[in-house]
């Protein structure tokens, strides 16, 4: 994916645009933020709702101030931000019940 620069709190909806150029709709799932940095999980909207796979994405600020999403290029950090995120996800499940 490439970076966007959409206000992600408007709705949770945002449009990204992959490598070929193709606007793939979201919807962001959940924020999180992990040693000072933020990051968004996305799921992929579908015609029968959202996909199944999630993707994470840094939240970052471009040169005029402005909100962006890029991808995580080291893979330690995708990793222990994937981690944090699911045991997050297994707490709240744990409280639930």
Do not use: C, R
Request: aromatic residues 6%; hydrophobic residues 35%; glycine residues 6%.
């Amino acid at each position: 994916m490439t970076e966007h620069n959409e206000n992600m709190e408007m709705d949770n909806t945002i449009t990204l645009v992959d490598e070929n150029g193709e606007e793939i709709e979201f919807e962001v799932i959940d924020m999180i933020q992990v040693d000072e940095e933020e990051y968004a999980i996305l799921l992929p909207k579908t015609k029968d709702g959202v996909g199944e796979e999630a993707i994470i994405l840094k939240v970052g600020i471009d040169d005029e101030g402005e909100e962006i999403l890029y991808e995580i290029e080291d893979d330690d950090e995708w990793e222990m931000v994937a981690n944090i995120w699911q045991e997050g996800l297994e707490e709240s499940e744990d409280t639930q019940n």
